[in-house]
């Protein structure tokens, strides 16, 4: 029920999720009215599809405390997220209120043993493919530990996505230099280098090498990641209108956009955002994916196609397995006992 349009996007969007993955059924939680009239346009979709009825849906604007306390139990948010805890979704997909749906994602699923903080991870275009971020958004400020866990966490969603045995993983930084940084990015850097972690260690990149794709997991904490994100996709939006302008401005322009179109038409599909829709939440005991708010039904489909991708691969079993071996490393080596017989 979130989103700017609600069912009018996701049903749609599920629609063409479910002619890519035949096999699967979908869950909708919400206005079983509005749901059903939709899923009467796709029947494909509804010979597959179950819709469990709630009046209460979480709005876009309400504080992540308010809707725990409103939708406890009763809003088509929780009884999705629930709907993973119970084992009746193997994944749980919204357009809704971010930090509503991380808060009842936290209190629902719980935190992965040995993981302190949760993050949003998201699939970024690059000129080699595609690299995961994270964080972008849920941890601000995170340390050092902190930062190893995202490392980890990142690692194996982009084993689960995009097949690497072992994908590369850099610490962003304001330089590749050990001495540049802050402490808590200088340390995580030193675990990372020294500890023999399940992971490939690039070292530092900076701002340039996530479009570069450097590497294939760039770890950050949350307000950095954030305004990188917000800063690309305004970047590229910019980009098109100047293109589109130019393009525009004279009769000889006109004609050689005309002629260059099929170079313009895959550029654009290279960059369309729908295309890479999609933050997971990482460090849950379960797949919560966020689609963007404002996206359509292409965009809610990749969003949903990540989601069952990282359900098939066992992403919270990765996870789990990998962060254990991290914190083994992490544990201080036994303290041998001092007998009689030795002083």
Do not use: C
Request: charge should be neutral; aromatic fraction near 4%.
């Amino acid at each position: 029920m979130g989103g700017d349009r609600g069912p009018e996007i996701v049903i749609p969007g599920a629609a063409l999720a479910a002619e890519r993955h035949p096999g699967f059924k979908f869950l909708f939680f919400g206005d079983e009215a509005r749901i059903n009239a939709l899923l009467t346009r796709h029947p494909k979709l509804k010979a597959v599809a179950s819709v469990r009825h709630t009046d209460i849906a979480i709005g876009m604007d309400d504080k992540p405390s308010q809707a725990l306390r409103r939708g406890r139990g009763k809003s088509s948010m929780w009884l999705a997220i629930d709907a993973v805890k119970t084992g009746q979704a193997h994944a749980a997909v919204s357009a809704g209120n971010t930090g509503a749906l991380m808060a009842m994602a936290r209190f629902v699923l719980k935190m992965v043993p040995g993981i302190e903080r949760p993050a949003i991870a998201a699939m970024w275009p690059t000129l080699r493919g595609e690299s995961v971020v994270l964080d972008v958004g849920a941890t601000v400020g995170a340390d050092a530990r902190q930062l190893l866990e995202f490392a980890v966490m990142g690692e194996a969603m982009a084993r689960s996505l995009t097949g690497l045995a072992k994908p590369t993983v850099g610490l962003l930084n304001i330089g590749v230099e050990e001495l540049k940084g802050n402490e808590h990015v200088k340390e995580a850097g030193r675990l990372l280098r020294e500890l023999d972690l399940p992971l490939h260690y690039h070292g530092f990149v900076e701002g340039d090498d996530i479009g570069k794709g450097t590497v294939d997991v760039v770890v950050t904490e949350g307000f950095t990641g954030n305004v990188a994100l917000k800063a690309a996709e305004g970047t590229a939006n910019q980009v098109t209108i100047f293109l589109r302008s130019a393009l525009k401005s004279t009769v000889l322009s006109m004609i050689g956009a005309f002629l260059a179109q099929g170079a313009f038409t895959a550029l654009k599909n290279r960059l369309d955002p729908r295309k890479h829709n999609g933050g997971v939440f990482l460090g849950l005991n379960g797949i919560v994916v966020k689609s963007h708010g404002g996206t359509d039904a292409l965009g809610f489909a990749t969003a949903i196609d990540m989601a069952i991708e990282m359900a098939n691969n066992g992403l919270v079993q990765k996870i789990a397995e990998d962060v254990s071996k991290v914190h083994a490393l992490l544990q201080p080596p036994p303290t041998p006992e001092v007998s009689e017989s030795t002083v």
